[in-house]
T-cell receptor, first 112, second 111 residues
Framework: KNQVEQSPQSLIILEGKNCTLQ??????????LRWYKQDTGRGPVSLTI?????NTKSNGRYTATLDADTKQSSLHITASQLSDSASYIC???????????FGTGTRLKVLA | NAGVTQTPKFQVLKTGQSMTLQCAQD?????MSWYRQDPGMGLRLIHY???????DQGEVPNGYNVSRSTTEDFPLRLLSAAPSQTSVYFC??????????FGSGTRLTVV
């Protein structure tokens, strides 16, 4: 069964600290993997998109990594800010399909 | 502003009532879909459409109907609301090779 699992479920860090969120998936064949940020009460917004051949992709303070062999991805947030408080969702898209497989997300809270 | 517009933002229904959640996009995207988001679960696909006149069922289609008469609009109908349909509903659209653009969501409570 195609699945996407994220860890941790929730995380609290102090402003200015770094953190790393994990995503493991079993989707095969694989097309691409995306990380979304979802603020409370809003729809998800795309942070990064990674294809099979990409290992790392950055978007400002967000850096995503992908290991297609072990089917793992991570999202690293550098120098966290209060505005980073949100849920971060890992999404995997299988080959030849429009259908996305969503993880349950990691809820990040950044404290002052 | 270009994007996906959902209405209403909030709705309370009584069990057995019907309603339509509206979704419109102005990006000429071919693909549109409806998801529901429940606590502790990933977004689950209800119905999707790959173009005007074409719709198909997703993972959790029971209790919901959709139609796609135009490229821009993709309404979701609840024929007889049930408490199990209490959820946050998101409409999303994408063009070929592009990622999803999500609407801001509709929070539905069925009492």
């Amino acid at each position: 069964k195609n699945q996407v699992e994220q860890s941790p479920q929730s995380l609290i860090i102090l402003e200015g600290k770094n953190c790393t969120l994990q995503c493991n998936y079993t989707v095969s064949p694989f097309s691409n993997l995306r990380w979304y940020k979802q603020d409370t009460g809003r729809g998800p917004v795309s942070l990064t998109i990674m294809t099979f051949s990409e290992n790392t992709k950055s978007n400002g303070r967000y850096t995503a990594t992908l290991d297609a062999d072990t089917k793992q991805s991570s999202l690293h947030i550098t120098a966290s800010q209060l505005s980073d408080s949100a849920s971060y969702i890992c999404v995997v898209i299988g080959s030849g399909t429009y259908k996305y497989i969503f993880g349950t997300g990691t809820r990040l809270k950044v404290l002052a | 502003n270009a994007g996906v517009t959902q209405t209403p933002k909030f709705q309370v229904l009584k069990t057995g009532q019907s309603m339509t959640l509206q979704c419109a996009q102005d990006m000429n995207h071919e693909y549109m879909s409806w998801y529901r988001q429940d606590p502790g679960m990933g977004l689950r696909l209800i119905h999707y459409s790959v173009g005007a006149g074409i719709t198909d069922q997703g993972e959790v289609p029971n209790g919901y109907n959709v139609s796609r008469s135009t490229t821009e609009d993709f309404p979701l109908r609840l024929l007889s609301a049930a408490p199990s349909q209490t959820s946050v509903y998101f409409c999303a659209s994408s063009g070929t090779g592009l990622g999803y653009t999500f609407g801001s969501g509709t929070r539905l409570t069925v009492v």
